[in-house]
Each structure stands twice: as structure tokens, then as C-alpha cells.
């Protein structure tokens, strides 16, 4: 190797390292922020521009599969819309309980903002998206973000002043506490590289099946109770183990993201004032 | 005007890499379009504009993505490094050796980011990761060169014509 090149590349070494000290300090935030400012527009057409492609190309690999599932989801809305009418039968009981025996609510004025998916972490080791809200908008890190249909998309972990990047429930450092909703097996959702969810430490005894819903169960903190994260696809492990391998799929989807929501109105219990 | 002419070229496929890109994942994993670029310029290019386009690369890819701007600078020296293979003249094309440094730079790419990733304090599966993303990531970037190579390639041509013309 020759000296010279040597001698760059150390004083690119060393800038590397200045600035990941700098950014540390916040000191870069306003060039990040004003790239992704300057750039949103581009990056919200090539989005735009992608995802019908994607889209188009989907079907064509799934076009067999397509009959058979709308004929599974035409029976599913069947199902669905008589347990709609149940529970809203149920829900009026359960509000002239509530009223009766004067219980407050959990969450009751639940505040969202909407906010627009600009960009994606280019690297396949993070699943992380940019927002168009920061700082400004009265966001702080470790607010939860979910879909328009309010399912769990993932936590703002990292501020500017107008964007924030998101990490998604998907990424392989996630963890979020949550509970299959039919059986109330608890456990923690994890992400990882293959952008699946899995949940970890359900009890082996636990009644878990393909379908069941699960959900977040406010352990922890960090997450409130009852929003939705996925649905089971695959149950597992030899009866030995100590835990089911039990696997999920988002019920958002999360690779096609273009709008979502942030919870303003919850704050993880780390951060709330006293 | 060569090193505008690559600035624009890398931030473009920035952008593409982070915003497009993610639609069509191959294999689960989104190649590293803007390395690839990098290392076509330095192949094409010569060594004596690799020094400035590298880093270049490395920062679009920091500006772009979630992580402190510098990482993804350091990510991309070892590209520098395995430039010096050119003047060896191990491989029959320029093209060839193109293929081989990408590879070999994509994975040390990814593996420098998992260890600022673990020194960030995230857990990190070495073994799935590099099953999962390293290993993927790289035989997929080499999967985009060759056109990205085209692309370098006329460029370059283009440059040099300009140039003679002037």
C-alpha cells in the first residue's frame, strides 16, 4: 500500500470519528435535517413512484393465490361484521357500567399527530423510517408511532428540530411487551433482520394458535395497553422448551408505509414529569 | 466539475437507495447502490479520484440514513484500501475486479456498521446478521454493477471527450 493512500485514509478515519462526535453532540443535527428537508420532496416522488410498481409486481407473483383469499376474506368479513354488532351491543352495556359505577377511562383523550413517511434508513442492518414532525411538533424520544388503523408501527427514537427518524417494531433491537389477546399469554415481540416478528418467552403451556391477535400490554412502560402489533402465523418448538417459538406477522404494513400517527398523548414512563 | 459531476451521481443514487430501492427488496436486503457507484469510479476512474469520491459516498450515505453522520464515512475507507488491487492487475478486466471489490467492500461495509451499531450499545446478532444482511447485501449489490458500471463507464467517457475538447 502506498503512503499517501494510507495517510488519506487515516485522516478519513479520523474525520469519521470527529463527526460521529459531533453528532453525538447534536452539533450536525441542523445539516441532517436540512438534507432531509431539502431532499423529502425527491424522496416522497420516488416513493410515490415505487410503490405501485412494487405493487403491480406483487400481484403478478401473487395472482394465484389471490381467489383463494378472497374467498378466506369474504367469509373472514362475514365473521367479522357479526362480531362487529356484537360488540357494539356490548360496548353500550359495558358504557351504561362504566357510567353507573363512575370508572375512568384509560385513555381517554387519546391525541394523535399525522405525520408523513419521508425517507427510509438506506442500510438493511436498520429498519428505520424519517417523519415530517420533530421537535417543533412537540415530539419526544420514545413517543410510540402506529398506523391510521392504530397499529403499532414502533418508537421516535432519534430528534430534529421539523423530522424524526422512527424505529420500527421490526428492527432486530425492538422489544415491545405485549399479550396474545385471546389467551392472555404474555411475552415480548422482537424484530429482526429478516424484518420478522417473533414473540419470545410465552410460557409453554401457554393456548397459542395461528390467527390469535397480539397486542401491546403496557409492561414495562413503554408502549400503552391494547394496540394492536400482529397476528400469529406460526406456532412452534419441541415440548421440551421452556418457551413457544411463536411467530407473527405486522398487522400494518410496515415496508409500504406513507402516513402514521404519533401518540402524543402517551409518554413512556421514563419520560412522564413527576 | 468531475467531482460536482459525482457528488450529484452519488446523492441521486442515495436517494434512490433509501427511497425506491426498499419497494424491491432481493432477498430481503436493499443493495448498496451508492458503494457500488464508488467503487466503479475507482475502478474507471483511477485511485487519485477515489480519494475524493469515497468519502463523498460515505457521506450522502450519513446524510440520508439514521445513524451519526460519520459512520457510514468510515463504512466506506475500506474502499480506499482495496483500490490499491487496481495497481496489481490481479484480474483480467477492469470490470472483474469492479465485481470483486464491491463484494469484499459491501461486506466490510456492513460489518463496520454492526460494530458501531454494538459500540452504540444495540444488541447485534453477529451470526444472523451476517447470514441475513451482510453476506445478501453484498451478493446483491454485485448483482447492480454491471449497470451501474455502464453507467460510470460512458460518464467517463463523456468526461474525457469534454476534456480532449477542450
Known sequence: MSSRVG???????????????????????????????????????LRNAADPLAAWLSDIKDVGDIRSENDQLRTENEQLKDEVVRLREGQTQLQELQKLLQIKQSYPDEEFLAANVLAKDPSSLKDAVAIDRGKRDGLREGMVVVTEGHSVVGTVTHLFDSYSWVTLVTDPNSAVSAMVQESRAQGVVTGSYSRKLSIEF???????????????SAIGGLYPAGLVIGKVTEVGGAAQDLFKKVTLEPLASLSH?????????????????? | MKYVLAALLLMTTALVQASFMPAFPVFG???????????????????????????????????????????????????????????????????????????????????????????QGETVGWFAAFLRVVLPTAIVSVLFTPPLYWLVWSRSEVLRRVRAFA
Open chain 1, 257 to 274: 408505509l406513507e402516513t402514521v400517527l404519533v401518540l402524543t398523548s402517551f409518554l413512556p414512563t421514563n419520560l412522564e414529569t413527576p
Open chain 2, 29 to 119: 436486503v436493499v443493495p448498496n447502490l451508492v458503494l457500488a457507484v464508488a467503487v466503479c469510479w475507482t475502478v474507471v476512474r483511477g485511485q487519485q479520484e477515489a480519494m475524493i469520491v469515497v468519502p463523498i459516498a460515505g457521506l450522502c450515505l450519513g446524510l440520508v440514513g439514521s445513524r451519526p453522520l460519520g459512520v457510514a464515512l468510515l463504512a466506506t475507507t475500506p474502499v480506499l484500501l482495496l483500490s490499491e488491487l487496481r495497481a496489481l492487475r490481479l484480474t483480467p478486466s477492469d470490470f472483474l475486479l469492479t465485481v470483486v471489490i464491491v463484494f469484499l467492500s459491501s461486506m466490510l461495509y456492513e460489518m463496520i456498521l454492526l460494530v458501531a451499531l454494538r459500540l
Open chain 1, 202 to 216: 410465552v410460557a409453554q403451556g401457554a393456548a397459542v394458535k395461528d390467527g390469535d391477535v397480539v397486542i401491546t
Open chain 1, 7 to 45: 495517510t488519506w485514509t487515516l485522516g478519513i478515519v479520523v474525520l469519521s470519528l470527529a463527526l460521529i462526535l459531533l453528532s453525538k453532540t447534536g452539533v450536525l443535527d441542523p445539516l441532517q435535517s436540512g438534507v432531509l428537508s431539502i431532499t423529502s420532496p425527491v424522496q416522497h416522488g
